[in-house]
Nanobody, 125 residues
Framework: QMQLAESGGGLVQAGGSLTLSCAVSRRSSGYYNMAWFRQAPGKEREFVAGINWSGRKSTCADSVKARFTISRDNAKNTMLLLMSSLKPEDTAVYYC??????????????????WGQGTQVSVSS
């Protein structure tokens, strides 16, 4: 059993920065890969970035590469998404998700059984 809680969303002007945080609480042991997804109004949920259980391997969607950085601190049970050079098209609800550790960092949302409630990010032009 695992619970995820996002924070850090808000309204920012284009070109600005935000840092999202995902707090993890769980009763079971084991290793988990984690990821950020986002869903804009009227669009499908999409993969943003993922990180493996150790934090040594990560991947980002092409649309955010070089602007967003994913990291995790297992000692603090948190995952971060540092977002810079934000664009209006980054406006969405951002979700953190977790899956049991595997060799690959999945980008398909159906591979993730655990989800947070989401946090709204709005970027004004």
């Amino acid at each position: 059993q695992m619970q995820l809680a996002e924070s850090g969303g808000g309204l920012v002007q284009a070109g600005g920065s935000l840092t999202l945080s995902c707090a993890v609480s769980r009763r079971s042991s084991g290793y988990y890969n984690m990821a950020w997804f986002r869903q804009a109004p009227g669009k499908e949920r999409e993969f943003v970035a993922g990180i493996n259980w150790s934090g040594r391997k990560s991947t980002c969607a092409d649309s955010v590469k070089a602007r967003f950085t994913i990291s995790r601190d297992n000692a603090k049970n948190t995952m971060l998404l540092l977002m810079s050079s934000l664009k209006p098209e980054d406006t969405a609800v951002y979700y953190c998700a977790a899956q049991p550790a595997s060799d690959d960092i999945a980008s398909a949302d159906d591979r993730y059984p655990y989800w947070g409630q989401g946090t709204q990010v709005s970027v004004s032009s």
